[in-house]
Nanobody
């Protein structure tokens, strides 16, 4: 079982930036793909971004491309999500997730372990 703890959420104005972090307790963090998803009130969970274990390959949702950067530091068992130029419709709970056994992609069911989430509110 891998435990994931997100942090860095909060209230930000439209156009502002936030950096989310997710720390893993897994001893083999460097072998997991790590993803970020979000769920707004009354909406389904949606994919934001993911990064392969090596950090070389990344995927982004079309809606966040060019504004959001995912990165990871395997020495610190941490994955980051730098979010810039935030929009009100991005208000949501943001979750990080770990995919084992080489799985990698946009589909939430690929991921084995999930954090509790960190709330992001973008206010105008």
């Amino acid at each position: 079982q891998v435990q994931l703890v997100e942090s860095g959420g909060g209230l930000v104005l439209v156009g502002g930036s936030l950096r989310l972090s997710c720390v893993s307790t897994g001893r083999t963090f460097s072998s997991y793909s790590m993803g970020w998803f979000r769920q707004a009130p009354g909406k389904e969970r949606e994919f934001v971004s993911t990064i392969r274990w090596s950090g070389v390959d990344t995927l982004y949702a079309d809606s966040v491309k060019d504004r959001i950067i995912i990165s990871r530091d395997n020495a610190k068992n941490t994955v980051y999500l730098q979010m810039n130029n935030l929009e009100p419709e991005e208000t949501a709970v943001y979750y990080c997730a770990a995919a084992r056994q080489g799985r990698y992609g946009r589909i939430w069911s690929l991921y084995d372990d999930w954090g509790q989430g960190t709330e992001v509110t973008v206010s105008s």
